[in-house]
């Protein structure tokens, strides 16, 4: 079969800056990420090396102040690089989108202080962050977390165990979220926790369907101090900080899922028209021409889509509800287009030899991370028809 190239996607970028952002992304890709991802993601390989090569190149802080280090970006912009490195290893590109997340309550709710003294390692001096939010028996019910910090003269002593960490054992540093008051939703303060806090430890890592270069763990406090100028925000406003990044994160999500669905698509596209049957290529069968056209518009409804919440947040308007939609219509896309990716490639697309499985595996994890899309229903609908009564 001839080996067909993909085209780049076709991106409307605001500034001849992000033009030559995108290149270089798409090179770092290309060289460093994709040549390396079947091979690492099986046997389970984190890529630190090419974290650090994203932190010197300036990708690890890019919608955040060139003051501290950032990129100045827009999310319009930061969005389309994280879909191009997530095309290229999902790992790499969800990893980027966590440690943005990380840096969120710090970058936004930080004192001058704070982010004098944090922020320029975090955002370009090769760190890599963590967000601890959930909990073994707190998910989607993010608001009944228990782990706790209590003040012990000028510190605060955390204590409790945080589940599904991406990065968890590996972060430099974790934004954690614990409760320092009642119970509720107003009770919950945030924290900026050095990965390297004694009586902090992570177990080990989760053996997951797919992300395997991606660890996730759970990660125990076990009374790690940590002083209260690494309080981020007041007390009590840790939950609203939080879902202040989730929306932020949402949008992260569904580039990246967006990216995994074009490299399904690119490699749906190789291999319908380089494999022959009855004597001519399979992409001139009408059936499977027509499942590559809907796999391509669906792409470009979710890009869209995500696009169009990112541009919200860059003008300051509100963009929760659009945020959800974005990850539920795009990692439901991925879903979809990733496992008619499989079908295209027939037997092949069911065996390791080529990527299409692996992305239908990825895929999944879209749909449940940084609020299941059952959650993005709920969100939409409380937007559209108020609160649920009961």
């Known amino acids: 079969m001839p080996d067909r190239a993909p085209q780049p996607v076709d991106r409307q970028l605001p500034t001849d800056e992000a033009r030559d952002l995108i290149s270089l992304v798409r090179d770092i890709a290309q060289r ?25 190149s300036g990708l690890l802080g890019l919608p955040y102040d060139s003051e501290y280090g950032g990129g100045d970006q827009p999310y319009e912009v930061y969005l389309q690089v994280l879909e191009e490195l997530a095309a290229a290893r999902l790992t790499v590109g969800l990893g980027v989108s966590v440690h943005t997340l990380a840096c969120h309550a710090l970058a936004n709710y930080g004192t001058k202080e704070q982010q004098v003294e944090h922020l320029p390692a975090m955002l370009g001096g ?3 962050g963590a967000y601890c939010l959930s909990e073994p028996s707190s998910g989607s019910d993010a608001a009944s977390l228990r782990t706790k910090a209590v003040r012990e003269d000028e510190d605060w002593a955390i204590t409790g165990t945080k589940a599904w960490i991406t990065h968890g054992g590996i972060a430099d540093f974790y934004t954690v979220m614990a409760r320092t008051g009642g119970e509720g939703a107003r009770g919950i303060t945030a924290f900026l926790v050095p990965g390297d806090a004694e009586g902090l430890h992570a177990a ?11 660890p996730t763990a759970q990660v125990h406090f076990d009374g790690v101090r940590v002083g209260d100028d690494r309080r981020l925000g007041e007390e009590g406003q840790g939950f609203a900080i939080a879902l202040s990044a989730l929306d932020s994160g949402r949008l992260g999500i ?20 380089g494999r022959q049957q009855f004597g001519r290529p399979i992409s ?6 027509f499942m590559l056209a809907d796999m391509a518009t669906q792409i470009e409804a979710g890009r869209a889509l995500y696009l169009a919440a990112a541009r919200l947040r860059d003008a300051g308007r509100p963009f929760s509800k659009q945020a959800a939609m974005a990850k539920l219509l795009c990692t439901d896309t991925a879903m979809k287009v990733t496992t008619d990716a499989v079908q295209v ?46």
């Open 32 to 56: 460093e990420i994709a040549p390396k991802a079947a091979e690492e993601e099986d046997a389970g390989h984190f890529p630190r090396e090419v974290f650090g090569l994203l932190s010197e």
């Open 126 to 128: 090769g760190l890599l």
């Open 204 to 214: 080990l890592p989760e053996k997951k369907m797919g992300m395997k270069g991606s």
């Open 254 to 273: 569904a580039a990246c899922a967006i990216g995994v669905a074009q490299a399904a698509l690119d490699e749906a596209v190789a291999y319908a028209t």
């Open 284 to 289: 001139d069968f009408q059936g499977l021409r």
């Open 345 to 390: 490639l027939g037997g092949y697309g069911y065996t390791a030899d080529f990527p299409a499985e692996r992305y239908m595996r990825e895929a999944k994890v879209l749909q449940i991370v940084e609020g299941t899309n059952q959650i993005q229903r709920m969100v939409i609908a409380r937007h559209l028809a108020g609160p649920d009564s009961r």
